[in-house]
């Protein structure tokens, strides 16, 4: 498809379960963006990657939380041992610029419900 | 610690320019101003950037003071598909950092 596409759309967990969540840039995008949109709130930034490399990681909550983006293109955001607060929309957003400028195309999100 | 500040909730008349205020008062020179939008249930959606100068678009135009430490996004007939909340963001490099945004409705 012509956008970014995440998977899964919805994802229940039960507290404590290990969950993994897809993300499929446009491709020859060069950055890549995931945020956690907890209910009513703006999205907050977790890590960025410029086409391999993770740049900044320093929004990720916990080192339960983890990203990877093997060879420049699909990312995987992993959440282990999910807890309640995990609960929220994950947001992938994919740019062709490294940098400052270019704007940010954004998926559909992942909601994740942590039971 | 989003570097902009925004009221929290807008109305506007269907039809008319809805005119949405940020403040972004410690924006550095190399820093561009960027407008998102979010509909309910989506992601973010693109409307506008500018660094210095006003720019236009097809969605909307973004006015930026001389100071560059506030600027104006115009949508210059609102319709009621506009309702959503806006994000006005200052990028830093790397990453795009949203605050709480604005959310505005368009009324019939």
């Known amino acids: 498809g012509a956008g970014v596409s995440q998977s899964p759309r919805y994802k229940v967990a039960k507290r404590g379960q290990d969950v993994a969540l897809r993300c499929d840039p446009i491709s020859g995008h060069v950055s890549l963006f995931w945020y956690q949109q907890a209910l009513g709130q703006g999205p907050e930034f977790l890590t960025y990657f410029q086409n391999e490399a993770q740049l900044d990681k320093s929004g990720l909550p916990s080192d339960r939380f983890f990203a990877e983006r093997p060879e420049g293109s699909v990312s995987t955001l992993k959440i282990q041992r999910t807890q309640q607060e995990d609960s929220a929309v994950y947001l992938c957003?994919?740019?062709?610029?490294?940098?400052?400028?270019?704007?940010?195309?954004f998926g559909e999100g992942s909601r994740l419900t942590v039971l | 610690d989003a570097k902009t500040t925004q009221p929290p909730s807008m109305d506007c008349a269907e039809g008319r320019a809805a005119n949405l205020p940020c403040n972004h008062s410690t924006i550095s020179g190399n820093e561009y101003v960027y407008w998102y939008r979010q509909i309910h249930s989506q992601g973010p959606q693109y409307i506008i950037h500018?660094?210095?100068n006003n720019e236009t678009n097809e969605m909307a135009s973004l006015i930026i003071t001389e100071d560059r430490k506030s600027s104006t996004l115009i949508l210059p007939h609102a319709t009621l598909r506009d309702t959503a909340v806006y994000y006005c963001?200052?990028?830093?490099?790397?990453?795009?950092?949203f605050g709480a945004g604005t959310r505005l409705t368009v009324k019939p």
């Open positions: 963001i200052v990028r830093v490099e790397g990453d795009m950092r």
């Open positions: 500018g660094l210095k």
């Open positions: 957003a994919s740019s062709f610029f490294a940098g400052d400028t270019g704007e940010l195309f």
